[in-house]
């Protein structure tokens, strides 16, 4: 079982910046394929970045392609996402998730554990 904490979100302008957070308890971290998901007001769940278990492998959304760097630190047991050149359209509720497998880790149904959540506004 892998439990999930997400944090580092707020409020910026646009053009700016920020790093989320996402620490996990649970002595299998690293064998877990990990995601950033976002959520707006009024819209389903979508995709933004995924990383497999060694950090080997990364999937980006075209929408942050170039801007959003996903990260691990197995040791640490923490999950990132640099975010930089923030827009209004990132505006969301950006969750962290955590799978077994890389087959379709853009889909929410390949995650298992998912965290609460934390809140990016960004202003134009």
């Known amino acids: 079982q892998v439990q999930l904490v997400e944090s580092g979100g707020g409020l910026v302008q646009a053009g700016g910046s920020l790093r989320l957070s996402c620490a996990a308890s649970g002595r299998t971290f690293s064998s877990y394929a990990l995601g950033w998901f976002r959520q707006a007001p009024g819209k389903e769940r979508e995709f933004v970045a995924a990383?497999?278990?060694?950090?080997?492998?990364?999937w980006y959304a075209d929408s942050v392609k170039g801007r959003f760097t996903i990260s691990r630190d197995n040791a640490k047991k923490t999950l990132y996402l640099q975010m930089n050149s923030l827009k209004p359209e990132d505006t969301a509720v950006y969750y962290c998730a955590a799978g077994h497998s890389i087959v379709a880790v853009t889909t929410t149904g390949a995650y298992d554990y998912w965290g609460q959540g934390t809140p990016v506004t960004v202003s134009s």
């Open positions: 990383i497999s278990w060694s950090g080997g492998s990364t």
